[in-house]
């Protein structure tokens, strides 16, 4: 298994190098930080709901649309992030997803308590100091044969641009979101009162994943994955792909008698559901389903609304439809059950 360690990159190049050594089928750890600022939406969201665009693009903020679930956020130097790629037929690999977020989060622990910060894992995928506060959170998703799983050391956090780059209904909410942040959220400045050395935390950090994987071949960034990195940019930053799962209807309205769009979402243990629908005297004509939870495998989605549509809004039908899909596309989908998906859909007992 090879190491890349690649202090700081441009941007998107910090996301986009793990999508591309995945769909290049090569097993890695990654350690990198941003160069410079960037917002990254969860596979599963809308893009125009979940960031202020206006804001970004007045800050020169890129927003870039990732291939694993989880939900938007704020990146920057003042994070390292440790991204696994590794081949599904990998014997480490687990078929149940919920394991290799705790295996893959075994040595982030290690490197915390390194430094004095006690900290343990949380399902789905969060790591918690002692205190209770959020201080790594983890994402993964499925990219060609391989298994991706991503997360990041808090060295520091702009809390006052993650406020900013999130979307929200009203301005007033921007200090409700900061302050929760600052309450739940915590750094190693925070905890430490200063930030150690970056290249020491990087050492231990890789310490730490030798223990799990053996020993690891430190590579090069090549000019050929640069190159192929600038082509995925222009892929991952474009309308089409960042805006591709909008959903149509954002609000509940009646269209006409018998005819109404309901739009509605649940926040689940595994991340928030958001569902837009168009119900014709109780069936299902069309289904939108989005949000910052995470499905595996990530294209099932589609054929999960498609399982959904023109049915009645019946609680024991579609929940029967959902577990059906669910065995026979063997999906797997932490902290969301078939309970979420009907809450966000508002489909009563």
């Not at 959020?134 to 702009?158: A, P, Q, R, T």
């Not at 082509?231 to 509940?252: D, H, I, W, Y």
């Amino acid at each position: 298994m090879y190491l890349f360690n690649l202090d700081k990159l441009p941007g998107q190049q910090s996301m986009l190098f793990f999508h591309l050594l995945a769909r290049m089928g090569i097993e890695a750890l990654v350690i990198v930080s941003p160069k410079t600022p960037l917002a990254s939406v969860g596979y599963f969201q809308n893009a125009k709901e979940e960031v202020d665009l206006q804001f970004c693009k007045k800050a020169n903020i890129p927003v870039m649309r990732r291939e694993l679930g989880g939900g938007a956020t704020y990146l920057d130097e003042n994070q390292i992030f440790h991204q696994v790629i590794i081949k599904r037929d990998n014997p480490i690999f687990s078929r149940k997803i919920s394991e290799n977020y705790k295996r893959f989060s075994l040595p982030i622990i290690e490197t915390y308590r390194e430094f004095g910060i006690e900290t343990n894992f949380r399902s789905v995928n969060d790591i918690l100091t002692k205190e209770g506060r959020k201080i790594d959170g983890e994402g993964s998703g499925d990219i060609g044969d391989c298994f991706v799983w991503v997360g990041g050391i808090l060295l520091d956090f702009n809390y006052k641009a993650m406020s900013k780059v999130l979307k929200v209904p009203e301005e007033k909410f921007r200090d409700k979101i900061y302050k929760s942040m600052k309450e739940n959220l915590t750094t190693m400045k925070e905890e430490l009162g200063e930030v150690p050395p970056r290249e020491e935390i990087k050492s231990v950090l890789i310490e730490k994943f030798e223990k799990l994987f053996g020993k690891l071949e430190p590579v090069e960034l090549t000019p050929r994955m640069i190159k192929l990195m600038e082509n995925l940019e222009k892929e991952f930053t474009s309308p089409v792909f960042l805006f591709k799962k909008t959903p149509k209807m954002l609000t509940g309205v009646k269209i006409r008698e018998g005819v109404e769009v309901i739009y509605g979402m649940h926040k689940a243990k595994g991340g928030l559901i958001r569902a837009a629908q168009e119900v014709e005297k109780e069936r299902i004509n069309e289904i939108d389903l989005s949000g910052d939870f995470t499905l595996y495998p990530k294209d099932c989605l589609e054929g999960l609304e498609s399982n959904l549509k023109g049915k009645i809004r019946k609680r024991s039908l579609l929940d029967s439809k959902i577990e059906e899909f669910y065995d026979k596309e063997k999906v797997q989908s932490p902290g969301v059950a078939s309970e979420d998906f009907l809450k966000a859909m508002k489909v009563e007992k």
